[in-house]
């Protein structure tokens, strides 16, 4: 989960000021209340410093608003597309896809066909190592790559799923 990631998925759709960007970031990594308000401005003191994010200034109750910059847009586009690896958890990758259908991303399906693809990479690895394990009689890393296999296993599954909705 990356509060940075978050906040220029927010800022891709409208300005913001930070304690709307506290709440929707809430909603969209549905834990309400877990993100700490500090976080966000240091956050967004460190995007502005980046120049992912600009403030144009107040609105008209004197809040600091923000806004996606273009090299914002694109830094945000450029994670989307980046792989989770499978040692994080689903979750990053969830997040990820949640950020990408807030925002109507256009490559939503090339997102999620790079994911498979380097899942199935990994179960191709892991289940060579298993093989070998299973070969040399080590039940216990046989069993520990089963699991790792189910689990990989079942997201496939869940991607398919969501592919198959979107067309």
Known sequence: MSVKYGILTLLFQE???????KIELDTLLGIKGKINPGQIYTTLDRLIRDELVTSPGMD??????FELTSKGKVELEKWLLEPVPYHTTKEDFFFKWSCARRIHFEQEKKMIEQQ???IIKEVMELTK??????????ENRYFLITGTLLHLEADLNWMNLVENRMQ
């Open 60 to 65: 008209n109750q004197e809040r600091k608003m």
């Open 129 to 138: 190592l298993k093989t070998e394990w299973l070969i040399q009689g080590d």
């Open 15 to 21: 300005k913001h000021h930070g304690y709307e960007l």
């Open 116 to 118: 498979k693809a380097m």
